[in-house]
């Protein structure tokens, strides 16, 4: 059994400032993890993922996450937020059809 | 390409009405899953799907939840006798194989059906 636990509810940020959101997962099994993200009244979309390979992933609009498997932990991190990044941001984690999300953090961006 | 498409965006239903949520999938996906999103948390896993065939369905409650994705045409969640609690979002989404190693096949999903039970 798998299950992601991210550790804020609710991340308050000043426009241009960075933020970090935390994410901890447990699983029994080499897991793929990912960074999920839903603006308002919208469907999820990928932000990132981690599979294999460099523990550092990148996405295209800044954001980044690193894979910490002695910490069994996955954060995403942006040096500078817009307000364009106030969304609710999802972490979640597979082995295989089935993925296993986080209850949330929801990112406010304020100029 | 149109994506995963869900329609009805929102559904308004009364206790004891019947609900049904339409997911077509990406054009060449022969996967489709359906999520659960409860107000305040995220999303739970209820059924994975193939044409014709229920291949995982560990997250459906046990009553009055069903789900089919026939040869011809979206895959259906029908949830019967609605109650209050069933208030959600349910997302489908759709992948052209089962998540694997090589990471071609990633989930998409569609924007969701809320639905609201009065």
């Known amino acids: 059994a798998q299950s992601v636990t991210q550790l804020d509810s609710q991340v308050p940020v000043f426009e241009e400032a960075p933020v970090e959101l935390r994410c901890n997962y447990s699983?029994?099994?080499?897991?793929?993890l990912f960074w999920y993200v839903q603006y308002p009244n919208q469907g999820l979309q990928l932000l990132l993922k981690y599979l294999s390979g460099s523990t550092l992933v990148e996405s295209i609009n800044g954001f980044e996450a690193e894979f910490n498997k002695s910490q069994t932990s996955f954060h995403l991190r942006k040096p500078s937020v817009h307000i364009s990044d106030t969304a609710e941001y999802f972490c979640a984690v597979s082995n295989d059809y089935k993925l296993s999300f986080g209850a949330g953090t929801t990112v406010t961006v304020r100029a | 390409n149109a994506g995963v498409m869900q329609n009805p965006r929102h559904l308004v239903r009364r206790r004891g009405q019947e609900a049904r949520l339409r997911c077509s999938p990406m054009?060449?996906?022969?996967?489709v899953y359906w999520y659960r999103q409860l107000p305040e948390e995220g999303l739970k896993f209820m059924v994975y799907?193939?044409?014709?065939?229920?291949?995982?369905e560990s997250g459906m409650p046990k009553e009055r939840f069903s789900a089919e994705f026939p040869k011809e045409g979206p895959s259906i969640l029908r949830i019967q006798q609605v109650v209050r609690g069933d208030s959600a979002a349910y997302f489908c989404a759709s992948s052209p194989g089962t998540l694997s190693l090589s990471g071609a096949n990633v989930l998409t999903f569609g924007a969701g059906s809320r639905l609201t039970v009065l």
């Open positions: 699983s029994s099994v080499s897991v793929y």
């Open positions: 799907l193939q044409k014709e065939n229920i291949i995982d």
């Open positions: 054009k060449g996906h022969s996967h």
